[in-house]
Every structure is written in structure tokens, then in C-alpha cells.
């Protein structure tokens, strides 16, 4: 008997359902994936490099380019990472409204998730719906920032600027209705056979593989692993908030639906706690080396004056040192390692971003399965092109 | 495993332990083979011989005590334009214990041309990490099964990431194009 021979296809980088510019080498036997290997880059910005030049304060809008579904999480990590090595915290205010447009963030990334994931499966309508949620999101950011996409709205020693009026009662309005909304697409989904047949037992990873590979985020804790680096690690007050860490067992497509849907229903909670949290008061740190003071002043305060072109022609120090900082982005872990010479320039600036990580997992899900499965399990893996390759 | 909402120890607790039990442990075992340690912005910092970096990590994973299973990330820094420059390179673990609850950071410290002992063993996950601090540092890894470049294309030349690449591109790159 002639030895099987297996075909080698390219799949991506202009796929639709490779969300973005990932390119998998796929080796067939028939409709069996053989082995899988992705090749990334195409979208690489050297935005590690860039940062480089930038003064601390300046790197911010690049941030958002890396995971462009969830861009508020990536100002944060890079602030919290300046803010730990200056050593200082922002006030409460400022904390509770980091809290509660990252948890917007979450839901809004989420919702694209869940939008393409179910497209990618053959369920049209959900992508619609999703996207009519996150409109009024990207709505929520334009009022903040006057961006609806690269918000770039944090800042190292608080925010840009206070919400504008009006803004809680947009909130308020969005939290009334978006679980009703997130019932209609569990409606649609959760019970469905034809769902089912795609996701359940699909690109299951063990427990410990999982842990091997590095998996982070609803990935992980769909294999029932509780590490939520909110709960572990709290960073802007997270610990004074009540929430739960949504697990999955199996750590399949299924599960990892499900640990995001109820991820979301978690956003909602602590973003409703962190409305009902908001006080008046200072959003920023009270370092006029760090915060330009406000513009009426500069034609009043000569110190004012001088902070505010000191600030804009030269920036700020940070102290020689390094660091590490972790949040829990909306795709698992998002690190920033910080290193300062004690210029106004970060030395080095690396992300540990989670969809690459989490995308090296993939080819050990999809070995010896169908060639469909691949597309859930990209789906079910949540990356972000621009994250992978920053 | 005990889950992380349910740890009694402070975050404060859990990294003094980090700097006593972690460090107390690595010099009983590799006494020789620490070179450095130190504490900033309580993070703990372990330079190590690069010779002895996989069985540190094999022993920190392995020893129940820490339990480092999670190897969060690897990167590295060109260390060419800082004041203690030699060796120019320094590449840097992240390693995490999802159990504990507690992170440390390891780096080795490699010159111009020297391989580090991949971990890949140890942690598979540090196969794409490896992969990228050779792409854009020109830093290579001993004993790594597939080490090839995975950001830039397979034919680039130079290492982005290196002090002395040039952040922008010079104009002579687009003369050399023809018309």
C-alpha cells in the first residue's frame, strides 16, 4: 500500500475568519489536520521600539494599536507600569472611573468576540446584535476622549481629563438594559444543537497543558484554573469590589463561551458597583511635575507657566529601576516590563501580550481534528493581530 | 490548587515571603550560581550564571514550596547604551506560581555572539518568547527546538530591538531602490 500523502494549504493571511493578518500552515490528510503551524508578524509596528522615543507620557496613543478591540486596557498597563515605577497612586475618584471604562472595554471586546466567533460558526444575526451593544460603548468613548476607538484617555497620574456631564446617566442607561440584551444572545446560543455540535468538546487543552503553554484569561480559566490577575493581584482598588471568576471544567470551545459570557455578566456587576462608587473629587495625582495644571491659570501662575512648558518641552524622570506590571486585559494577562535609566524616556518598554501567548496553544488544540474545528477554535482563542505582533 | 480569592496572606505577606523563602531556598541550592539579587518596588530580582538557568527553573517549577509553574513571559534588554554595559545583553524571565500567588524575575546576562540555555524544557510557553528575543535582539538560544525568526520575514537583516538599529528609516534604505 502507498504511504498516505498528506496536502499542505495556506490558510490566511487574508482569511476572514483568521481575524486579521494570521497566516496557519496547514498539513491535511483529507479534511484531518496533520500539524498546524502559524507564522505571525505581518502586522508587526515596533511599537516596543517606538516607545523608546517617545517621553513617558507620549507612548500612550501607541498602546492603543496593540489590542485595538480593548484599548483602554493597554493605556492602563503601560500608566500602572509608570505609575509603580514613580512610585505613586492616583486618587480614588480616578481609580473608580479606570475601573469602570475598563470593564466597559471588557464587555465591548468581548462582544466582538462573541459577534465573529458566531459568524465564523454560521450564526449571522448575533454579529449584529453585538455590534449594536458596542456602539453605544464606542458612544461612551467618544463623550471621554473624542475618540471612539483610540480613546487614549488614561494618563500616568490619573486621566485626561474629569467625564464630561451627563456621562453617568449614559452608563446608568447602557447597565439597565445590557443584561436583558446578553440574555437574548444566550437565548440565541447557549441551548442551540447547532452551536453545541461545533463547540462542545471542540479544542479541548488539559489543565496542565494549558498551564504549560501559558494560557491566560478566559482561556485558561476555561480549564477550571481560578487565576483572575484582579482577584490575585488587585491593581486600581480591584479588591474592593465584589465580583466572581467565572470556570469552566473541560476547557473546550463551550467552555470558553460560557466563561466569557459570564465574564460579561461580572463586567456589569463591578461596572454598576463602580458607578455607584463615584464621588467628586481629584482624578489625578497632585504633582504639578507629573499634571499640567489647568490652562486658566498659565496666563495668571508664573510656577504654573513654568511646570506646564517644563512639562511639554522636557516630560518627567522616572527613577533608574525596573518593573513588571500585570492587569487582567480582556484576553488574559497583558504584562508591561518597564525599564528606566532615569531619563524622561522609558530605556525599554516589552509587552507580554496574552493573545500571543495564547496563540501558540493553538496548534495542540487543533492537531487531529477537522479542518471546520480550526475556525471555532480561532474564534473561541479571541486574538488580536495587532497584540500578537505589536 | 487553592484558589486566589481564598489566599489568607496578604499581598504584602505573599511577597515578603517571596523575598525570604524563594531567596532562602535558591542559595541553599545554587549558592554559587546567584549572582545578584534585588528588591525594588517589592519585586524581587535573581541574575543568575547563565550556565545553571535551567536547573534553577527546573528547580523552581519542581520544588513544592514554590511551585513557579507559570512562565508569564521572556524578553530581554540591550543593555548597550546604560552605564554597566558589558555584557551587552540581558534577558529576563517573568515566572509566576499560580499556587503561591507569587512572581519572580530571573535574567541572565550574555555578550555579543553567546547563547543562553533555552528553557523551553521547562516551560514549554517559552518557545515564541525565545523566538522573538532572537528575532529582534540576536540573542540565541541553546538547545531550542525551532529557532527561527517570528515577527520579522526570514530574510531581514539586523535585530530591531538592538540600541544601535536605527528607530526610523534612513533615507539612504529607499535610495538604493531603483526608480
Known amino acids: 500500500m502507498s504511504p498516505t500523502r498528506t496536502m499542505t494549504i495556506n490558510m490566511g493571511p487574508q482569511h476572514p475568519s483568521t481575524h486579521g493578518v494570521l497566516r496557519l500552515v496547514l498539513e491535511l490528510d483529507g479534511e484531518m489536520v496533520v500539524k498546524c503551524t502559524p507564522h505571525i508578524g505581518y502586522l508587526h509596528t515596533g511599537i516596543e521600539k517606538g516607545l523608546e522615543g517617545k517621553r513617558f507620557q507620549q507612548g500612550i496613543p501607541l498602546t492603543d494599536r496593540m489590542d485595538y478591540l480593548a484599548p483602554l486596557s493597554n493605556n492602563l498597563v503601560l500608566v500602572l507600569a509608570i505609575e509603580k515605577a514613580l512610585g505613586i497612586t492616583p486618587p480614588e475618584r480616578g481609580q473608580t472611573i479606570r475601573v469602570l471604562l475598563t470593564e466597559l472595554t471588557r464587555i465591548k471586546s468581548h462582544l466582538v468576540w462573541l459577534g465573529t466567533h458566531a459568524m465564523d460558526i454560521g450564526a449571522m444575526s448575533v454579529f449584529l446584535y453585538c455590534f449594536r451593544e458596542r456602539e453605544v460603548i464606542l458612544d461612551l468613548y467618544e463623550a471621554v476622549s473624542g475618540q471612539r476607538m483610540m480613546a487614549s484617555y488614561f494618563r500616568v497620574g490619573g486621566l485626561a481629563a474629569d467625564l464630561p456631564p451627563g456621562f453617568e446617566d449614559k452608563v446608568q442607561a447602557f447597565l439597565e438594559t445590557f443584561p436583558a440584551r446578553l440574555q437574548e444572545y444566550e437565548a440565541l446560543l447557549t441551548e442551540n444543537p447547532l452551536w453545541r455540535q461545533r463547540t462542545v468538546g471542540i479544542g479541548a487543552i488539559s489543565r496542565e497543558d494549558a498551564i504549560a503553554m501559558g494560557l491566560s484569561g478566559p482561556g485558561l480559566r476555561a480549564c477550571g484554573v481560578a487565576y483572575d490577575v484582579r482577584k490575585a493581584h488587585p491593581y486600581s482598588s480591584y479588591e474592593r469590589y465584589q465580583f466572581d471568576v467565572p470556570l469552566g471544567k473541560v476547557g473546550d470551545v463551550y467552555d470558553r463561551y460560557m466563561v466569557r459570557m459570564a465574564e460579561m455578566r461580572q463586567s456589569h456587576r463591578i461596572a454598576t458597583q463602580a458607578l455607584a462608587r463615584l464621588t467628586p473629587g481629584p482624578i489625578n495625582v497632585a504633582d504639578p511635575k507629573l499634571i499640567p495644571p489647568p490652562k486658566q491659570l498659565l496666563k495668571k501662575s508664573m510656577e504654573a507657566l513654568i511646570h506646564h512648558f517644563k512639562l511639554y518641552s522636557e516630560g518627567f524622570e522616572v527613577p533608574v529601576g525596573e518593573v513588571y506590571q500585570a492587569i487582567e486585559a480582556p484576553k488574559g494577562e497583558l504584562g508591561a516590563y518597564l525599564v528606566s535609566d532615569g531619563g524622561t524616556r522609558p530605556y525599554r518598554v516589552h509587552f507580554r501580550a496574552p493573545s500571543f501567548v495564547n496563540l501558540q496553544a493553538m496548534p495542540r488544540m487543533v492537531e487531529g481534528r477537522l479542518v471546520a474545528d480550526v475556525v471555532a477554535v480561532i474564534g473561541s482563542l479571541d486574538i488580536v493581530l495587532g497584540e500578537i505582533d505589536r | ?179
Open chain 2, 1 to 179: 490548587m487553592s484558589e486566589p480569592q481564598t489566599r489568607t496572606e496578604s499581598r504584602e505577606e505573599a511577597q515578603a515571603t517571596t523575598e525570604s523563602l524563594v531567596l532562602r531556598r535558591l542559595h541553599e541550592q545554587f549558592g554559587q550560581a546567584l549572582l545578584e539579587v534585588k528588591v525594588w518596588r517589592n519585586e524581587t530580582t535573581v541574575v543568575l550564571a547563565s550556565q545553571h538557568l535551567p536547573q534553577v527553573c527546573r528547580f523552581l517549577r519542581d520544588d513544592p514550596d514554590l511551585a513557579f509553574d507559570f512562565l508569564s513571559d521572556v524578553t530581554a534588554v540591550d543593555r548597550l547604551n546604560l552605564p554597566e554595559s558589558s555584557p551587552r545583553f540581558e534577558v529576563v524571565y517573568h515566572v509566576y506560581s499560580l499556587q503561591h500567588g507569587r512572581r519572580l524575575r530571573l535574567k541572565v546576562r550574555v555578550g555579543e555572539g553567546q547563547a543562553v540555555p533555552t528553557v523551553t524544557g521547562v516551560w514549554p510557553t517559552a518557545d515564541w518568547h525565545e523566538r522573538e528575543v532572537y528575532d529582534l535582539f540576536g540573542v540565541s538560544f541553546e538547545g531550542h527546538p525551532d529557532l527561527r525568526r517570528i515577527l520579522m520575514p526570514d530574510d531581514w537583516e539586523g535585530h530591531p530591538l538592538r540600541k544601535d538599529y536605527p528607530a526610523e528609516a534612513s533615507p539612504k534604505w529607499w535610495e538604493e531602490e531603483p526608480a
